[in-house]
């Protein structure tokens, strides 16, 4: 979980949603093996997705458009992400029209005008897009969001998921270093750079870290799966008659919390390409509904 610490709680948040909501992120800079390294980690970074690189498994318009509807006929499909390398855009800008879901690199050579009019294209082929720029000194130079604002986007969803990860990482590492400080402490005649070696959880802490995390996002998807079960269920039944649910019965249901209806909404229809706007009532009379039903059980 290396790029957790590469980038602020609120970047990363960002980041995270994108991923999620399969938002195009385009990496640009001048380091070519930082820019590819980083890609393959955005790729890796939720068990939700399913990897496809171009020009290695695909190339052709064809076949991108045969995966994407491939994903359209089966809600069960795991959902691609497409990573591009560095070079790749050239092609791109060809051959690929819709870039819902992908992972660009894009080096700027020593050529700025060139860097900066190929990026301007490639966010123009989608609505909204994210974009990562390094300095010279492969720092992160800035990361916005085109043609929106950072600030205008709901992340609260994804800095709970970062909260967690990090409380319950430092929870279950202090609960291995107190059973440790006891046993050592039982026993005084322990060279001291022994007990260094033992206490040390440095490595521990990365896979206790990777593996809150992605049980975290898994949470999150499969409470995502029950509520699009739900609502397209409660559709069906809104042909025939109105149909609505409150609030908090609909995220009781599906036994999740740490998300608002409109977040929620979000991913459902940029996973499944479903909207259920008119069917799950978030006004303040459906919450006074819910609890009043919650108190006959």
């Known amino acids: 979980m290396e790029i957790l610490n590469m980038f ?3 970047d990363f948040a960002l980041i995270l949603r994108c991923i999620f909501d399969r938002i195009p ?15 393959i980690k955005l790729c890796d970074l939720i068990p939700i997705r399913k990897e496809i690189v171009f020009g290695t498994d695909f190339l052709e ?11 359209k006929l089966d809600y069960d499909n795991q959902r691609i992400i497409f990573r591009a390398p560095v070079n790749s855009e050239d092609l791109i800008l060809a051959k690929i029209e819709n870039l819902k879901g992908w992972v660009i690199g894009l080096c700027s050579n020593g050529n700025v005008d060139s860097f900066f009019e190929k990026s301007l294209r490639l966010r123009k082929k989608n609505g909204t897009s994210l974009f990562i720029k390094f300095d010279d000194a492969n720092k992160t130079e800035f990361i916005k969001l085109y043609p929106e604002n950072n600030e ?25 270093k107190r059973v440790l400080d006891k046993k050592i402490q039982a026993h005084d005649n322990i060279n001291q750079s022994i007990i260094s070696s033992i206490v ?14 992605k049980k975290e996002i898994l949470e999150f998807y499969q409470a995502s799966r029950r509520g699009l079960a739900l609502l397209t269920r409660l559709n069906f039944l809104n042909q025939f008659q109105p ?3 409150g609030k908090k019965t609909f ?29 799950i009532d978030d006004s303040k009379l459906s919450v006074l509904g819910d609890r009043l039903d919650s108190l006959w059980g």
Request: glycine share 4%.
């Open 251 to 279: 995220f009781e249901a599906i036994s999740y919390e740490d998300i608002n209806t409109s977040r929620f909404l979000d991913f459902v229809n940029a996973e499944w390409g479903e909207q259920f706007m008119n069917l």
């Open 8 to 10: 602020s709680t609120n």
């Open 61 to 71: 318009k064809e076949e991108h458009d045969a995966i994407i509807q491939e994903e």
């Open 243 to 245: 149909v609505m649910i």
């Open 200 to 213: 040390d959880l440095s490595q521990e802490e990365i896979i206790i870290k990777e593996n809150i995390f």
């Open 25 to 39: 992120i385009i990496i640009g800079g001048k380091d070519k093996e930082k820019i590819n390294d980083l890609l």
């Open 152 to 176: 205008k986007i709901d992340t609260n969803l994804e800095k709970v998921i970062i909260k967690k990860t990090f409380s319950q990482t430092e929870y279950a590492l202090e609960r291995i």
